[in-house]
């Protein structure tokens, strides 16, 4: 129960939103990729135990079913030979696997039942470390552009700083949006050609960025000369 409450508030908690108001967005994304590992191999190792149960009782049902059906030809063959108390225990024995069969035939249900959520729940589970994957790349970048920024501030001195700021700022609000849309997509029904599309937006502002800096350091070597 202990791992199906831990599962659940994992997969419930708005993961982006948390980041976004942490402190250290990228320790804090890490950490919550570790918890859900840890949780994903736990869900796994559990699925792998019912699965073993299930075969199990499934094994126990079909030995039941067997006896069920072992009895009953005795018992017609019992009758056969007028034997009818023989018949009468023949008859005993397979209603006691019979039984067998009913009482274990609900926890089968409920062991495939628990299987199924337990391989829901894996499958949110990547998909949201598939997300914070997402998430560490677009730290990393935004990183990589303050970073570009305050080096800009430090070695530009011309007339033209401000020009090129407004433009690199314009660029990176840019950058932002796409990888906005790209996270309000739902990991599970976005189309192949939705996440291209997504792709190719992203790889073009990447470039026009890149040129960009390049123009920038340019005017810095000749500000510098």
Known sequence: MALINRIEDLIKS???????????????????????????????????????????LSRKIAANQKQVNDW????????????????????????????????????????????AKLNDDADRIVAKITALNVKEQQLSRHERVVSARARIRQTLACDEVESVLTRFTQLERKVDRIESEVDSYDLGQQSTQAQFDALEKEEQLSSELATLKQQVAEKSQQAAN
Request: charged residues 30%.
């Open 14 to 56: 708005e993961v982006s939103a948390f980041l976004d108001k942490a402190e250290d967005p990228k320790k804090m994304t890490a950490q919550i990729k570790i918890e859900l590992q840890d949780t994903l191999a736990q869900c796994r190792a559990t699925a792998a135990t019912v699965m073993c149960e299930q075969k199990s």
């Open 72 to 115: 009953q030809q005795k018992a017609e063959h019992a009758l056969s030979k007028d034997r009818e108390d023989l018949a009468k225990a023949a008859l005993n024995h397979k209603h006691t696997a019979q039984a067998n069969i009913e009482a274990a035939q609900p926890q089968l249900v409920s062991l495939s039942d628990a299987l």
